[in-house]
């Protein structure tokens, strides 16, 4: 990248893209130069924010994109994608003084009742798109924590996930087709077909790729009529391992509640004590939406798989509970505005034979360094599950002695979790955070093949720099 050739890249666009808003003053800037990561909260603190984007370019549609990604090749100046800002993994940091592409302006809405999919600009976010298809009767089911502002083109770019996963799935599985700009400013369109057998699954190479690859512009997702009934509940259970024990039998057996989320001791604690339910147990959350008589035949099919695991059923206060503040992150952001406080949630994902391990020693690793450490387990599969270790620490200290305390966690937890079988990240990506730790988990292989794909794409290694160690 070239930072000298920044302004008259500027000054074209304003020549040939007059429509596209262009932002340099300072406070413009500083704006956009964090998202959600607990190290630009601890920056924020510390004095002068160390990183600014050179200026940000808000485009109306995938033509301006397609312009504007020609132009940075021809002069050589680094763009990063920015979308509602709420990433917390580092992904849009801005270290080399880049340019962003601000995307929230491509809102383009579609639904396509008779295919069950509907499109929408990749600046919509999850909330603005699931309001409109519950508008015309639809759901999408993607029901991250970041829905108020996480959008489209950030939910494909890091693979992202919902509450409602375990019936819903992942965005890996809601995605049917992808609009997306290549480096070169070439606009990429897959094909809308439902299953092809005519090479790789290219949509593959951008999910979770965090724009390195390309721009996601649009998103044509799955959709389903809004649930006729929705129900939630809660069963307590004697350890966390018991209740490990049920869901993967009854997931393994194909029955998919919408919602499964485990609460182990430690986490269940204020749970248990708020519904006055028996102490010393572990607390599972469970939802269900659908037909009517689906969602009852899966509630009958659970209860079986709890109770012969020693599950006791507490009926649906604290499952209500849940559902209606499940938007929350006061916990941690209170913890990163402390002097010399942090915190996180890292979510891992590890198969059903690893998964107690990784959770038991993620724990263990975290607390000394931590005032408190919680862990749920809230997306299940066939063949394993993921865990939130979600961690609180206080220094004493500044707010750099709060940021180091971070990095310890952080570092400790990662390695934790590949030592004992699980993986860098399940949903949140890995950004600038965890980017060192992909060779870990990809092997030199692995790295090798998304380096050469990086190489062919974007020779001048122009597109979000420094993200998935590439």
Known sequence: MKKENIAPFLEEIKKILPEVTVLDREEERLIYAHGCYPKEYKWILQGPYKVLPSAILMVNCTEEVSEILKLSQKYDVGIIPYGGGSGIVGGSIADQGEVMLD???????????????????????????????????????????????????????????????????????????????????????????????????????????????????????????????????????????????????FVQNHVYPAVVRLYDEEEAIPKLEQFYYTEGKVMLILGYEGLAKQVDLDRELVQEFCEKNGGVNRGTEAGTAWFHSRFSTKKMLDHDAIKGGTADAIEVAAPWDCIVDVWREMRKALEPLCTSVDCHFSHVYHTGASVYVIFHAQTGGDDFEGEKRYQECLDLAIRTSLKYGGNVSHHHGSGKAKSKYLAEEHGEAGMEVMKKIKDALDPQGLLNKGVLGL
Do not use: W
């Not at 950030?154 to 480096?183: C, H, Q, W």
């Open 103 to 249: 995307l929230k302006r491509l809102r383009d809405f579609e639904i396509h009742g008779l295919n069950g999919t509907a499109t929408g600009g990749a600046g919509l976010t999850g909330a603005e798109f699931e309001n409109m298809l519950n508008e015309a009767g639809y759901t999408c089911g993607q029901y991250p924590q970041s829905f108020q502002s996480a959008v489209l083109g950030g939910m494909v770019s890091t693979r992202a996930i919902g509450t409602f996963s375990t019936k819903y799935g992942k965005m890996d599985d809601m995605v049917n087709s992808l609009e997306v700009v290549l480096p070169n400013g070439h606009i990429y369109q897959s094909h809308k077909c439902p299953k092809a057998s005519t090479g790789p699954e290219m949509d593959q190479l951008f999910l979770g790729a965090e724009g390195v690859y390309g721009i996601v512009t649009k998103v044509e997702m799955k959709i389903y009529p809004v649930a006729e009934k929705r129900y939630f509940e809660a069963y307590t259970f004697e350890s966390t391992e018991k209740c490990l024990d049920s869901i993967r039998q």
